[in-house]
């Protein structure tokens, strides 16, 4: 659908957990970004959690005034999100609204963007599976998919970006004795998918903080909740 896309603004923007609706995603008035704006959302967008006619509905007005503004939204996957409504979602075909398939490629501003989303719910253990948690929700490495980019957009991050030890899930480790091995993997994967791709930009969510490192000749970059941040294409143009 936006194989190839020109803006005058290219921003990536935190986890928003559900709270979308015709005006706001978590806040975010979107009649405040420029026209003709392309905005990523880097994962759990929270759908599935509403009633689906009801969710549907919110998408249809949000795209209206998505319309009106010239901006188009690209949804990566969250382990927040539903995988099923995903799917369901891109074949409504919503005119500006994209929730792309893990290994989407686009060029957006002559730049290469991939997309790759999923992780592993840390309180899962405590979520009704197919209700408010979904078994093929993780972040999956498929190396024939890898394909080189400028800029990588997942939502989990590697292990070096964010928080690194088993300190910040503690609590959910008394109950989940293979959280951390889930969370370990997807994380390592997310850096060989790095190293593959070879971006100069890569940035993820799903951590709720801010981070940042210089890594594999490529900044990575966590966006919190709420935050909205332009990407960096003065980066892109000194590398290429």
Not at 36 to 53: H, P
Request: aromatic fraction near 12%; hydrophobic fraction near 35%; glycine fraction near 6%.
């Amino acid at each position: 659908m936006f194989a190839s896309y020109t803006a005058t603004n290219v921003y990536v923007y935190g986890d928003i957990h559900g709270a979308f609706n015709i005006k706001c995603l978590f806040g975010l008035d979107i009649k405040m970004l420029p026209r003709r704006s392309i905005l990523i959302q880097l994962g759990d967008f929270g759908l599935g959690f509403k009633d689906e006619a009801l969710e549907e509905h919110t998408l249809y007005e949000l795209n209206e005034l998505l319309i009106d503004r010239d901006i188009k939204l690209l949804v990566v996957r969250g382990n927040h999100d539903s995988p099923q409504r995903f799917k369901q979602y891109n074949y409504t075909r919503f005119s500006n609204i994209n929730f792309l398939d893990d290994y989407t490629y686009l060029t957006i501003n002559k730049y290469v963007y991939g997309f790759i989303g999923g992780a592993a719910s840390i309180d899962r253990y405590n979520r009704t599976p197919g209700k408010d948690y979904w078994e093929d929700e993780l972040f999956i490495l498929d190396t024939n998919k890898a394909q080189r980019c400028d800029v990588l957009c997942t939502h989990t991050g590697p292990l070096y970006v964010g928080p690194s030890d088993k300190s910040s899930i503690r609590y959910y480790l008394k109950n989940d004795k293979y959280l951390w091995e889930a969370c370990k993997k997807e994380r390592v994967g997310v850096e060989e998918l790095i190293k593959l791709c070879k971006p100069t930009l890569h940035y993820c969510g799903h951590f709720h903080c801010n981070d940042c490192i210089q890594m594999h000749e490529c900044l990575s970059r966590v966006v919190n909740i709420e935050e909205i941040l332009p990407v960096n294409e003065y980066s892109l143009q000194v590398k290429n």
